[in-house]
Protein backbone atom coordinates (compact mmCIF):
# COMPACT_ATOMS: atom_id res chain seq x y z
CA UNK A 1 0.00 0.00 0.00
CA UNK A 2 0.80 3.59 -0.72
CA UNK A 3 0.15 5.66 2.14
CA UNK A 4 -0.67 9.51 1.67
CA UNK A 5 0.31 11.90 4.15
CA UNK A 6 -0.58 15.34 3.80
CA UNK A 7 2.66 18.09 4.46
CA UNK A 8 -0.13 20.97 6.07
CA UNK A 9 0.10 18.72 9.55
CA UNK A 10 0.92 15.18 8.70
CA UNK A 11 -2.58 13.65 8.80
CA UNK A 12 -2.79 10.02 6.84
CA UNK A 13 -4.98 11.08 3.59
CA UNK A 14 -5.88 7.75 2.20
CA UNK A 15 -4.11 4.33 0.97
CA UNK A 16 -4.12 3.12 -2.37
CA UNK A 17 -2.51 -0.01 -3.51
CA UNK A 18 1.23 -0.30 -5.20
CA UNK A 19 0.62 -1.48 -8.68
CA UNK A 20 2.43 -5.57 -9.04
CA UNK A 21 3.75 -6.42 -12.27
CA UNK A 22 1.16 -8.92 -13.38
CA UNK A 23 -1.13 -4.68 -12.99
CA UNK A 24 1.66 -3.43 -15.37
CA UNK A 25 1.32 -6.55 -18.01
CA UNK A 26 -2.40 -5.95 -17.74
CA UNK A 27 -2.42 -2.38 -18.22
CA UNK A 28 -0.03 -2.42 -21.33
CA UNK A 29 -2.07 -5.13 -22.98
CA UNK A 30 -5.19 -3.14 -22.43
CA UNK A 31 -4.03 0.36 -23.67
CA UNK A 32 -2.32 -1.77 -26.65
CA UNK A 33 -5.66 -3.32 -27.57
CA UNK A 34 -7.74 0.12 -26.94
CA UNK A 35 -4.94 2.13 -29.06
CA UNK A 36 -5.87 -0.61 -32.17
CA UNK A 37 -9.05 1.35 -31.65
CA UNK A 38 -8.68 4.52 -30.85
CA UNK A 39 -6.41 5.65 -33.01
CA UNK A 40 -8.69 4.94 -35.87
CA UNK A 41 -11.64 7.30 -34.47
CA UNK A 42 -10.86 10.55 -36.43
CA UNK A 43 -9.09 12.78 -34.68
CA UNK A 44 -12.21 15.94 -34.50
CA UNK A 45 -14.24 12.94 -32.45
CA UNK A 46 -11.55 12.55 -30.03
CA UNK A 47 -11.57 16.26 -29.25
CA UNK A 48 -15.35 15.66 -28.84
CA UNK A 49 -14.57 12.67 -25.79
CA UNK A 50 -11.99 14.69 -24.10
CA UNK A 51 -13.19 18.17 -24.45
CA UNK A 52 -16.12 15.84 -21.27
CA UNK A 53 -13.32 15.51 -19.17
CA UNK A 54 -13.17 19.45 -19.61
CA UNK A 55 -16.69 19.74 -18.89
CA UNK A 56 -16.14 17.30 -15.79
CA UNK A 57 -12.91 19.43 -14.56
CA UNK A 58 -14.83 22.60 -14.62
CA UNK A 59 -17.79 21.26 -12.42
CA UNK A 60 -14.74 19.99 -9.69
CA UNK A 61 -12.15 22.74 -10.14
CA UNK A 62 -12.72 23.64 -6.29
CA UNK A 63 -12.83 19.95 -4.86
CA UNK A 64 -9.91 18.49 -7.10
CA UNK A 65 -7.87 22.35 -6.09
CA UNK A 66 -8.35 21.37 -2.18
CA UNK A 67 -7.40 17.45 -2.82
CA UNK A 68 -4.30 19.14 -4.33
CA UNK A 69 -4.12 21.77 -1.22
CA UNK A 70 -4.30 18.89 1.07
CA UNK A 71 -1.99 16.33 -0.35
CA UNK A 72 1.09 18.63 -1.70
CA UNK A 73 0.11 21.55 0.40
CA UNK A 74 -0.41 24.22 -2.16
CA UNK A 75 -2.55 27.28 -1.57
CA UNK A 76 -5.84 27.35 -2.47
CA UNK A 77 -5.20 30.03 -5.46
CA UNK A 78 -2.10 28.12 -6.79
CA UNK A 79 -4.14 24.81 -6.69
CA UNK A 80 -7.01 26.01 -8.00
CA UNK A 81 -4.42 27.66 -10.91
CA UNK A 82 -3.16 24.36 -11.34
CA UNK A 83 -6.58 22.74 -12.08
CA UNK A 84 -7.10 25.61 -14.27
CA UNK A 85 -4.39 24.35 -16.19
CA UNK A 86 -5.61 21.37 -16.89
CA UNK A 87 -9.28 22.86 -18.01
CA UNK A 88 -6.67 25.18 -20.50
CA UNK A 89 -4.90 22.50 -22.10
CA UNK A 90 -8.47 20.42 -22.87
CA UNK A 91 -9.77 23.77 -24.41
CA UNK A 92 -6.03 24.32 -25.93
CA UNK A 93 -6.28 20.14 -27.23
CA UNK A 94 -10.02 19.90 -28.44
CA UNK A 95 -9.21 22.87 -31.61
CA UNK A 96 -5.86 21.09 -31.89
CA UNK A 97 -7.85 18.07 -32.75
CA UNK A 98 -8.80 19.62 -36.05
CA UNK A 99 -5.12 21.44 -36.44
CA UNK A 100 -3.26 18.09 -36.32
CA UNK A 101 -1.15 19.31 -39.59
CA UNK A 102 1.81 18.15 -41.99
CA UNK A 103 2.94 20.09 -44.62
CA UNK A 104 2.98 19.59 -48.52
CA UNK A 105 6.18 19.99 -50.72
CA UNK A 106 6.48 20.25 -54.66
CA UNK A 107 8.25 17.46 -55.68
CA UNK A 108 11.24 17.57 -58.22
CA UNK A 109 9.44 14.94 -60.27
CA UNK A 110 6.37 15.62 -62.72
CA UNK A 111 3.53 14.29 -61.59
CA UNK A 112 4.35 13.26 -57.96
CA UNK A 113 3.42 14.95 -54.56
CA UNK A 114 4.53 14.42 -51.38
CA UNK A 115 3.94 15.48 -47.79
CA UNK A 116 3.49 15.02 -44.81
CA UNK A 117 1.44 13.18 -42.02
CA UNK A 118 1.02 12.35 -38.40
CA UNK A 119 -0.26 9.16 -37.20
CA UNK A 120 -0.73 8.37 -33.31
CA UNK A 121 2.50 7.01 -31.91
CA UNK A 122 1.52 4.33 -29.53
CA UNK A 123 1.18 3.73 -25.66
CA UNK A 124 2.99 7.14 -23.88
CA UNK A 125 4.31 6.66 -20.57
CA UNK A 126 3.81 9.97 -18.32
CA UNK A 127 6.06 10.12 -15.36
CA UNK A 128 4.82 13.15 -13.51
CA UNK A 129 6.14 14.94 -10.10
CA UNK A 130 4.68 15.83 -7.01
CA UNK A 131 4.64 19.60 -7.29
CA UNK A 132 2.28 19.81 -10.30
CA UNK A 133 0.38 16.40 -9.10
CA UNK A 134 -2.22 17.09 -11.72
CA UNK A 135 -2.01 19.78 -14.30
CA UNK A 136 1.30 18.03 -15.64
CA UNK A 137 0.02 14.78 -16.02
CA UNK A 138 -3.14 16.85 -18.24
CA UNK A 139 -0.12 19.06 -20.46
CA UNK A 140 1.10 15.07 -21.65
CA UNK A 141 -1.79 12.80 -21.35
CA UNK A 142 -4.90 15.07 -23.06
CA UNK A 143 -2.89 16.10 -26.16
CA UNK A 144 -1.28 12.82 -26.37
CA UNK A 145 -5.29 11.49 -25.83
CA UNK A 146 -6.41 13.77 -28.52
CA UNK A 147 -3.57 12.73 -31.31
CA UNK A 148 -4.31 8.83 -30.87
CA UNK A 149 -2.59 7.60 -28.03
CA UNK A 150 -3.15 5.49 -24.73
CA UNK A 151 -1.47 7.05 -21.89
CA UNK A 152 -0.47 4.79 -18.64
CA UNK A 153 0.57 7.40 -15.66
CA UNK A 154 3.23 6.95 -12.74
CA UNK A 155 2.26 9.70 -10.64
CA UNK A 156 4.16 10.86 -8.09
CA UNK A 157 4.34 8.31 -4.76
CA UNK A 158 3.31 11.26 -2.61
CA UNK A 159 0.35 12.43 -4.14
CA UNK A 160 -1.69 9.36 -5.17
CA UNK A 161 -4.76 10.40 -4.26
CA UNK A 162 -4.66 13.33 -6.76
CA UNK A 163 -4.24 10.77 -9.46
CA UNK A 164 -6.64 8.58 -8.48
CA UNK A 165 -9.01 11.17 -8.39
CA UNK A 166 -8.30 12.61 -12.02
CA UNK A 167 -8.10 8.77 -13.21
CA UNK A 168 -11.86 8.33 -11.83
CA UNK A 169 -12.75 11.54 -13.85
CA UNK A 170 -11.02 9.73 -16.83
CA UNK A 171 -12.89 6.89 -16.03
CA UNK A 172 -16.60 7.93 -15.47
CA UNK A 173 -15.92 9.81 -19.17
CA UNK A 174 -14.27 7.00 -21.24
CA UNK A 175 -16.52 4.79 -20.56
CA UNK A 176 -19.24 6.45 -21.72
CA UNK A 177 -17.80 6.53 -25.14
CA UNK A 178 -16.21 2.56 -24.89
CA UNK A 179 -12.60 3.20 -24.44
CA UNK A 180 -12.39 2.66 -20.79
CA UNK A 181 -8.49 2.44 -20.82
CA UNK A 182 -7.20 5.55 -22.92
CA UNK A 183 -5.76 6.74 -19.47
CA UNK A 184 -4.98 4.49 -17.04
CA UNK A 185 -2.46 4.90 -13.74
CA UNK A 186 -0.45 2.73 -12.00
CA UNK A 187 0.65 3.57 -8.85
CA UNK A 188 3.97 3.18 -7.00
CA UNK A 189 7.90 3.75 -6.25
CA UNK A 190 10.36 3.62 -8.95
CA UNK A 191 10.20 0.63 -9.85
CA UNK A 192 7.63 1.52 -12.37
CA UNK A 193 9.17 3.81 -13.84
CA UNK A 194 11.90 1.70 -15.04
CA UNK A 195 9.75 -0.93 -16.17
CA UNK A 196 8.10 1.53 -18.45
CA UNK A 197 11.45 2.87 -19.37
CA UNK A 198 12.98 -0.23 -20.44
CA UNK A 199 9.41 -1.07 -22.45
CA UNK A 200 10.12 -1.46 -26.17
CA UNK A 201 5.96 -0.98 -26.07
CA UNK A 202 6.00 2.21 -24.63
CA UNK A 203 7.68 4.55 -27.31
CA UNK A 204 7.57 7.74 -26.18
CA UNK A 205 8.17 8.29 -21.97
CA UNK A 206 7.74 12.18 -21.39
CA UNK A 207 9.10 12.50 -17.34
CA UNK A 208 9.17 15.39 -14.85
CA UNK A 209 11.14 15.08 -12.12
CA UNK A 210 14.85 16.04 -10.67
CA UNK A 211 17.99 15.86 -13.55
CA UNK A 212 19.23 12.63 -11.67
CA UNK A 213 15.85 10.94 -12.39
CA UNK A 214 15.83 12.22 -16.13
CA UNK A 215 19.01 10.79 -16.43
CA UNK A 216 18.30 7.74 -15.21
CA UNK A 217 14.90 7.33 -17.55
CA UNK A 218 16.79 8.71 -20.59
CA UNK A 219 19.74 6.37 -19.92
CA UNK A 220 16.91 2.99 -19.95
CA UNK A 221 15.04 4.62 -22.73
CA UNK A 222 17.74 5.53 -24.65
CA UNK A 223 19.10 2.12 -24.76
CA UNK A 224 16.04 0.47 -26.45
CA UNK A 225 16.32 3.17 -28.85
CA UNK A 226 12.86 4.80 -27.38
CA UNK A 227 11.81 8.53 -27.30
CA UNK A 228 11.80 10.55 -24.32
CA UNK A 229 10.29 14.01 -23.47
CA UNK A 230 12.04 15.78 -20.24
CA UNK A 231 10.90 18.22 -18.02
CA UNK A 232 13.71 18.21 -15.55
CA UNK A 233 15.51 20.72 -12.97
CA UNK A 234 15.58 23.90 -13.12
CA UNK A 235 17.62 27.56 -12.22
CA UNK A 236 16.07 30.04 -12.90
CA UNK A 237 17.31 33.53 -13.05
CA UNK A 238 16.12 36.92 -13.51
CA UNK A 239 18.25 40.05 -14.39
CA UNK A 240 16.85 43.65 -12.96
CA UNK A 241 18.40 47.02 -14.81
CA UNK A 242 18.23 49.96 -13.15
CA UNK A 243 15.54 51.59 -15.28
CA UNK A 244 13.09 48.16 -14.01
CA UNK A 245 9.98 49.14 -13.14
CA UNK A 246 10.91 48.07 -9.31
CA UNK A 247 7.24 47.45 -7.82
CA UNK A 248 6.71 45.00 -10.67
CA UNK A 249 9.48 43.57 -10.20
CA UNK A 250 8.99 43.44 -6.85
CA UNK A 251 6.20 41.69 -7.28
CA UNK A 252 7.32 38.98 -9.96
CA UNK A 253 10.34 38.10 -7.59
CA UNK A 254 8.10 37.59 -4.29
CA UNK A 255 6.08 35.24 -6.32
CA UNK A 256 8.42 33.71 -8.37
CA UNK A 257 11.25 33.09 -5.59
CA UNK A 258 8.49 32.23 -2.39
CA UNK A 259 5.31 30.90 -4.60
CA UNK A 260 5.01 27.99 -4.12
CA UNK A 261 7.02 27.18 -1.45
CA UNK A 262 9.77 27.27 -3.98
CA UNK A 263 8.51 24.02 -5.45
CA UNK A 264 7.96 25.06 -9.14
CA UNK A 265 10.71 24.00 -11.87
CA UNK A 266 10.38 27.69 -12.54
CA UNK A 267 10.88 28.78 -9.08
CA UNK A 268 13.10 32.09 -9.35
CA UNK A 269 16.54 31.13 -7.46
CA UNK A 270 19.24 33.50 -8.61
CA UNK A 271 18.35 37.36 -8.89
CA UNK A 272 20.76 39.48 -10.63
CA UNK A 273 20.58 42.65 -9.79
CA UNK A 274 22.11 46.05 -11.11
CA UNK A 275 24.66 47.77 -8.52
CA UNK A 276 22.97 51.04 -8.51
CA UNK A 277 19.74 49.49 -7.05
CA UNK A 278 20.62 46.38 -5.38
CA UNK A 279 21.14 47.91 -2.10
CA UNK A 280 17.44 49.73 -2.09
CA UNK A 281 15.90 46.57 -3.70
CA UNK A 282 17.32 44.25 -1.08
CA UNK A 283 15.84 46.17 1.60
CA UNK A 284 12.59 45.93 -0.39
CA UNK A 285 12.46 42.62 -0.69
CA UNK A 286 13.42 41.73 2.87
CA UNK A 287 10.44 44.10 3.66
CA UNK A 288 8.32 42.27 1.83
CA UNK A 289 9.57 38.62 2.64
CA UNK A 290 8.53 39.40 6.50
CA UNK A 291 5.37 39.90 5.04
CA UNK A 292 4.74 36.78 3.94
CA UNK A 293 2.02 34.94 5.69
CA UNK A 294 3.06 30.98 6.28
CA UNK A 295 0.94 28.71 7.15
CA UNK A 296 -2.31 25.93 6.74
CA UNK A 297 -2.67 26.44 2.90
CA UNK A 298 -6.29 26.23 3.39
CA UNK A 299 -6.06 29.67 5.01
CA UNK A 300 -7.60 31.92 2.68
CA UNK A 301 -4.80 34.26 3.98
CA UNK A 302 -1.84 31.71 3.86
CA UNK A 303 0.50 32.81 1.09
CA UNK A 304 3.40 30.23 1.64
CA UNK A 305 2.07 26.47 2.83
CA UNK A 306 4.77 23.88 4.09
CA UNK A 307 7.41 21.92 1.79
CA UNK A 308 6.12 18.81 0.56
CA UNK A 309 7.76 16.29 3.41
CA UNK A 310 10.49 16.24 6.23
CA UNK A 311 13.17 15.06 3.48
CA UNK A 312 12.41 18.59 1.99
CA UNK A 313 12.92 20.42 5.08
CA UNK A 314 16.30 18.71 6.01
CA UNK A 315 17.39 19.11 2.09
CA UNK A 316 16.91 22.46 1.97
CA UNK A 317 18.65 22.93 5.29
CA UNK A 318 21.75 21.20 3.91
CA UNK A 319 21.74 23.24 1.14
CA UNK A 320 21.42 26.32 3.83
CA UNK A 321 24.28 24.98 5.13
CA UNK A 322 26.50 24.60 2.17
CA UNK A 323 25.83 27.99 1.07
CA UNK A 324 27.36 29.57 4.25
CA UNK A 325 30.45 27.19 4.48
CA UNK A 326 31.12 28.53 0.60
CA UNK A 327 30.88 32.07 1.16
CA UNK A 328 26.89 33.11 0.61
CA UNK A 329 25.54 35.19 3.38
CA UNK A 330 22.14 34.47 4.67
CA UNK A 331 20.08 37.80 4.75
CA UNK A 332 16.57 36.90 5.68
CA UNK A 333 14.89 33.79 6.82
CA UNK A 334 16.02 29.95 5.87
CA UNK A 335 14.62 28.77 9.72
CA UNK A 336 12.76 25.28 9.73
CA UNK A 337 9.83 26.11 11.57
CA UNK A 338 6.91 23.14 12.77
CA UNK A 339 6.30 20.50 10.74
CA UNK A 340 7.24 21.01 6.73
CA UNK A 341 6.84 24.61 6.39
CA UNK A 342 10.23 26.62 6.57
CA UNK A 343 11.00 30.73 6.44
CA UNK A 344 11.57 31.84 2.50
CA UNK A 345 15.36 32.40 2.64
CA UNK A 346 17.07 35.47 0.91
CA UNK A 347 20.93 35.17 0.31
CA UNK A 348 23.72 37.51 -0.60
CA UNK A 349 26.01 35.15 -3.02
CA UNK A 350 29.09 35.88 -4.92
CA UNK A 351 28.74 34.90 -8.49
CA UNK A 352 30.77 31.97 -8.01
CA UNK A 353 29.04 30.07 -5.47
CA UNK A 354 29.58 26.50 -6.43
CA UNK A 355 26.47 25.47 -4.57
CA UNK A 356 24.13 28.04 -7.06
CA UNK A 357 24.73 25.66 -9.41
CA UNK A 358 22.24 23.20 -7.94
CA UNK A 359 18.40 23.40 -7.64
CA UNK A 360 17.50 23.46 -4.05
CA UNK A 361 14.01 22.43 -4.46
CA UNK A 362 12.98 25.38 -1.77
CA UNK A 363 12.52 29.19 -1.31
CA UNK A 364 15.92 29.75 -1.28
CA UNK A 365 17.35 32.93 -3.11
CA UNK A 366 20.59 34.27 -4.31
CA UNK A 367 20.85 37.87 -4.68
CA UNK A 368 23.72 38.33 -6.97
CA UNK A 369 25.02 41.97 -7.70
CA UNK A 370 26.60 42.80 -10.83
CA UNK A 371 27.55 45.86 -13.08
CA UNK A 372 27.27 45.24 -16.86
CA UNK A 373 24.40 43.23 -18.49
CA UNK A 374 26.69 41.43 -20.40
CA UNK A 375 28.19 40.15 -17.18
CA UNK A 376 24.51 39.05 -15.51
CA UNK A 377 24.15 37.50 -19.25
CA UNK A 378 27.13 35.63 -18.64
CA UNK A 379 26.85 33.92 -15.13
CA UNK A 380 22.72 33.97 -15.57
CA UNK A 381 23.61 31.43 -18.46
CA UNK A 382 26.50 29.51 -16.31
CA UNK A 383 24.97 26.88 -14.70
CA UNK A 384 24.03 23.32 -15.78
CA UNK A 385 19.88 23.70 -16.11
CA UNK A 386 18.10 26.00 -18.88
CA UNK A 387 14.76 26.07 -18.03
CA UNK A 388 13.09 29.92 -17.65
CA UNK A 389 14.76 33.28 -17.68
CA UNK A 390 13.78 37.01 -17.46
CA UNK A 391 14.68 40.31 -17.63
CA UNK A 392 13.32 43.58 -15.94
CA UNK A 393 13.52 47.05 -17.98
CA UNK A 394 11.98 48.95 -19.98
CA UNK A 395 15.07 49.54 -22.42
CA UNK A 396 14.52 47.88 -25.67
CA UNK A 397 18.18 47.05 -26.57
CA UNK A 398 18.92 45.35 -23.42
CA UNK A 399 15.81 43.73 -23.45
CA UNK A 400 16.37 42.34 -27.09
CA UNK A 401 19.88 41.40 -26.29
CA UNK A 402 18.29 38.95 -23.49
CA UNK A 403 16.30 37.72 -26.30
CA UNK A 404 19.12 37.27 -28.44
CA UNK A 405 20.81 34.14 -29.66
CA UNK A 406 24.06 35.68 -26.95
CA UNK A 407 21.15 36.63 -24.63
CA UNK A 408 19.39 33.86 -22.47
CA UNK A 409 20.10 30.21 -22.90
CA UNK A 410 16.60 28.66 -21.54
CA UNK A 411 13.45 27.59 -23.17
CA UNK A 412 11.74 29.71 -21.63
CA UNK A 413 12.85 34.00 -21.71
CA UNK A 414 10.73 36.70 -20.42
CA UNK A 415 10.62 40.43 -20.33
CA UNK A 416 9.24 42.11 -17.15
CA UNK A 417 7.51 38.84 -16.59
CA UNK A 418 8.85 36.61 -13.78
CA UNK A 419 10.23 32.92 -14.24
CA UNK A 420 7.26 30.89 -13.29
CA UNK A 421 3.59 30.68 -13.88
CA UNK A 422 3.40 30.49 -17.84
CA UNK A 423 0.76 30.35 -19.97
CA UNK A 424 -0.54 26.85 -21.47
CA UNK A 425 -0.40 28.08 -25.16
CA UNK A 426 3.33 28.34 -25.48
CA UNK A 427 6.11 25.28 -25.76
CA UNK A 428 7.31 24.46 -22.24
CA UNK A 429 10.60 22.87 -21.43
CA UNK A 430 14.51 24.02 -21.35
CA UNK A 431 17.58 23.55 -22.65
CA UNK A 432 20.72 21.48 -21.35
CA UNK A 433 20.09 19.27 -18.09
CA UNK A 434 16.47 20.75 -17.80
CA UNK A 435 16.45 17.90 -20.59
CA UNK A 436 15.11 19.60 -23.56
CA UNK A 437 11.84 18.70 -24.14
CA UNK A 438 8.71 20.70 -24.82
CA UNK A 439 5.46 19.88 -23.43
CA UNK A 440 1.67 22.22 -23.38
CA UNK A 441 0.95 24.20 -26.26
CA UNK A 442 2.40 25.23 -29.52
CA UNK A 443 3.42 22.41 -31.89
CA UNK A 444 4.49 20.14 -28.98
CA UNK A 445 1.50 17.75 -29.59
CA UNK A 446 4.53 16.43 -32.28
CA UNK A 447 6.05 14.56 -29.39
CA UNK A 448 3.17 12.76 -29.22
CA UNK A 449 2.69 11.33 -32.75
CA UNK A 450 5.03 9.50 -35.58
CA UNK A 451 5.63 11.60 -39.01
CA UNK A 452 5.13 10.15 -42.20
CA UNK A 453 6.71 11.35 -45.66
CA UNK A 454 4.34 10.53 -48.51
CA UNK A 455 5.26 10.19 -51.86
CA UNK A 456 2.56 10.03 -54.55
CA UNK A 457 3.30 9.47 -58.24
CA UNK A 458 -0.17 9.87 -60.24
CA UNK A 459 2.25 9.91 -63.40
CA UNK A 460 2.36 7.17 -66.09
CA UNK A 461 6.00 7.30 -65.65
CA UNK A 462 8.76 6.41 -63.04
CA UNK A 463 11.39 9.28 -63.19
CA UNK A 464 13.80 8.44 -60.30
CA UNK A 465 15.15 11.10 -57.79
CA UNK A 466 18.33 13.44 -58.23
CA UNK A 467 17.68 12.69 -62.29
CA UNK A 468 19.16 9.11 -61.94
CA UNK A 469 19.31 6.82 -65.20
CA UNK A 470 18.29 3.06 -63.70
CA UNK A 471 16.86 2.08 -67.43
CA UNK A 472 16.62 -1.77 -68.43
C1 LIG B 1 6.60 22.54 -12.98
O1 LIG B 1 6.97 23.10 -11.95
O2 LIG B 1 6.92 21.33 -13.19
O3 LIG B 1 5.20 27.86 -15.35
C2 LIG B 1 5.73 23.12 -13.99
C3 LIG B 1 4.80 27.37 -14.30
C4 LIG B 1 3.73 26.34 -14.35
C5 LIG B 1 4.27 24.98 -14.58
C6 LIG B 1 5.40 24.56 -13.74
N1 LIG B 1 2.79 26.68 -15.39
O4 LIG B 1 5.25 27.70 -13.22
Redesign the pocket.
Known sequence: MLSSYSPINGALLGQVPVATLADYQQAVTRAQETFNRWRMVPAPQRGQIVREIGEELRRRKSELGALVTLEAGKIKAEAEGEVQ?MIDIVDFAVGLSRQLYGLSMHSERPGHRIYEQWHPLGVIGVIT?F??PV??WAWNAILAAVCGDCVIWKPAPQTPLCAQAVQEICDQVMARYGFPHVFQTLQGGAEIGERMSDDPRLPLISA?GSTRMGKLVAQRVGARLGRTLL?LGGNNGLIVLPDADLDLTLRAVVFGAAGTAGQ???TLRRLFLHRSIAPAFTARLIAAYGQLRIGDPREASTLIGPLISADAVANMQRGLAAIQEQGGQIIYGGEALEGCYVRPCLVKAPPSLPVMREEIFAPVLYLVEFDELDQAIAWHNDVPQGL?SAIFTRDLLAAETFLSARGSDCGIANVNIGT???EIGGA?GGEKETGGGRESGSDSWKAYMRRQTVTVNWSKQLPLAQGIQFDL
Open positions: EANFAVTERCTSSGAF
